[in-house]
């Protein structure tokens, strides 16, 4: 098949369906399987992130290419028509997301002391040296208090803003990359059905679009993609897993 046919063909291919919103069913599907997938292994007791994550990437993978043999399927030529058969659509013509004490007064104390205060000069020292210690140890202590306390504080709400800055770089890697596989959705798919439908008219198959090539032709295009996402996915857990050593969950933390 020379090169001018294939044009013709992902050209016509390419106005004849919306890919882009087939593409868009196709991730939803994929990402919503993979909250799925890390939901199941967490019922299964896989609650380290370092691993339920990067599986759930993994395994959503796999449903993305279920995905695209279920839409090849669908735009198979048998399906829109019986009678026709591959060469016909391979020779389509082109149509047109503190706190501190209260003071502490001195007493004077006789304490039997002579007629020169000896006695009562020993209870003044004493007593002063209470009222002096007295407030310092308070302070002291109400100030370790409002340290520990606001070391408390501190502590609530950097957990959550850790966690939440994790999950928006997760999030952002995988829109980013999502836009970039819906903006190439109408080559992906065209190249995927023109690879499928080309082996099935070459064996003489049925006119269903049911051959491997197509799979070759799908991960060539989307392999870097998820592979980002399973990179940041592995990052992201692992810092979770870091910070937040006992939790198994996202809502454990923001709790």
């Given at each position: 098949?020379?090169?001018?046919?294939?044009?013709?063909?992902?050209?016509?291919?390419?106005?004849?369906?919306?890919?882009?919103?087939?593409?868009?069913?196709?991730?939803?599907?994929?990402?919503?399987?993979?909250?799925?997938?890390?939901?199941?292994?967490?019922?299964?007791?896989?609650?380290?992130?370092?691993?339920?994550?990067?599986?759930?990437?993994?395994?959503?993978?796999?449903?993305f290419f279920?995905?695209?043999?279920?839409?090849?399927?669908?735009?198979?030529?048998?399906?829109?028509?019986?009678?026709?058969?591959?060469?016909?659509?391979?020779?389509?013509?082109?149509?047109?997301?503190?706190?501190?004490?209260?003071?502490?007064?001195?007493?004077?104390?006789?304490?039997?002391?002579?007629?020169?205060?000896?006695?009562?000069?020993?209870?003044?020292?004493?007593?002063?040296?209470?009222?002096?210690?007295?407030?310092?140890?308070?302070?002291?202590?109400?100030?370790?208090?409002?340290?520990?306390?606001?070391?408390?504080?501190?502590?609530?709400?950097?957990?959550?803003?850790?966690a939440i800055?994790?999950?928006?770089?997760?999030?952002?890697?995988?829109?980013?990359?999502?836009?970039?596989?819906?903006?190439?959705?109408?080559?992906?798919?065209?190249?995927?059905?023109?690879?499928?439908?080309?082996?099935?008219?070459?064996?003489?198959?049925?006119?269903?679009?049911?051959?491997?090539?197509?799979?070759?032709?799908?991960?060539?295009?989307?392999?870097?993609?998820?592979?980002?996402?399973?990179?940041?996915?592995?990052?992201?857990?692992?810092?979770?897993?870091?910070?937040?050593?006992?939790?198994?969950?996202?809502?454990?933390?923001?709790?």
């Open positions: 098949m020379n090169i001018k046919k294939k044009e013709n063909f992902v050209s016509a291919f390419r106005n004849r369906h919306p890919l882009r919103i087939h593409m868009s069913a196709i991730l939803l599907a994929t990402a919503c399987s993979g909250l799925l997938f890390s939901k199941l292994f967490l019922a299964f007791s896989v609650e380290n992130f370092i691993i339920r994550y990067p599986l759930a990437v993994i395994f959503s993978y796999l449903i279920i995905c695209i043999k279920l839409w090849l399927l669908y735009v198979s030529p048998k399906r829109r028509n019986q009678t026709s058969n591959a060469s016909d659509w391979l020779d389509l013509p082109t149509p047109s997301s503190g706190g501190s004490s209260g003071d502490h007064i001195p007493t004077f104390h006789g304490g039997g002391g002579s007629f020169d205060g000896g006695g009562a000069s020993a209870s003044i020292e004493l007593d002063s040296l209470v009222a002096v210690e007295t407030p310092i140890s308070s302070i002291s202590e109400g100030a370790s208090g409002a340290a520990d306390g606001a070391g408390d504080l501190l502590g609530e709400v950097a957990g959550p803003a850790i800055g994790i999950l928006v770089v997760l999030l952002v890697t995988i829109l980013g990359n999502a836009i970039f596989v819906f903006s190439e959705a109408p080559m992906i798919l065209s190249e995927a059905a023109f690879e499928g439908l080309l082996a099935a008219s070459l064996m003489k198959k049925a006119t269903i679009i049911d051959d491997e090539n197509w799979i070759g032709s799908i991960f060539k295009t989307t392999w870097k993609p998820f592979a980002s996402i399973c990179a940041v996915a592995f990052l992201a857990a692992l810092a979770l897993q870091y910070y937040f050593p006992e939790a198994t969950r996202i809502s454990d933390i923001l709790r």
